[in-house]
């Protein structure tokens, strides 16, 4: 984690930077109610607090880890939760987890689906009597049952 300066606030920039993120994203991230909207000087400027910093640093972790806008602003709200239990949080994990495993599984058929369209095709010969392209054209991809036969790319 970088070191936060000493500084009791942070410009826009001092923030995005302190949290790894750009400043144009921190201020998507306070139009998106992830971030409260902090007090300005008297000329305009955003002052953000250590905390601030910390909630940017913590959404930046939680996109990494795959979750959704919406499903940091539920975690965030059981931070600020008094009553919030940890049983709470392990099932938002527990159901990212499960969809983490869905998207895999999705894409573990897209990749035989694409191997197997690879392996078919030659690569010579006019794109029009390419197997990828008929398939992609005419069939349903990963769950084509059988395939319409065309002439491979020779």
């Given amino acids: ?6 500084a009791e606030t942070f410009t826009i920039s001092d923030a995005a930077k302190s949290s790894g993120l750009g400043t144009e994203t921190v201020r ?3 139009r998106q109610g992830l971030l409260p909207e902090p007090p300005r000087t008297a000329s305009g400027y955003r ?5 601030d910093v910390r909630r940017l640093s913590f959404i930046r972790r939680a996109k990494t880890l795959g979750f959704t806008l919406k499903e940091i602003g539920e975690l965030l709200g059981l ?9 709470e949080v392990k099932e ?7 969809r983490v495993r869905e998207q895999i599984r999705d894409l573990q058929k897209i990749e035989r689906a694409l191997h197997g369209l690879v392996k078919e095709c030659s690569g010579v010969g006019p794109a029009s009597r390419c197997p990828i392209l008929n398939a992609i054209t005419f069939e349903s991809i990963g769950n084509a049952p059988a395939r319409r036969k065309t002439a491979n790319c020779h």
């Fill in 79 to 87: 931070t600020e939760q008094r009553a919030a239990s940890a049983g």
């Fill in 92 to 98: 938002l994990a527990t159901a990212k987890l499960e």
């Fill in 28 to 30: 998507f991230y306070e």
């Fill in 47 to 51: 002052q953000y607090t250590t905390d």
């Fill in 1 to 6: 984690m970088k070191t936060l300066p000493l």
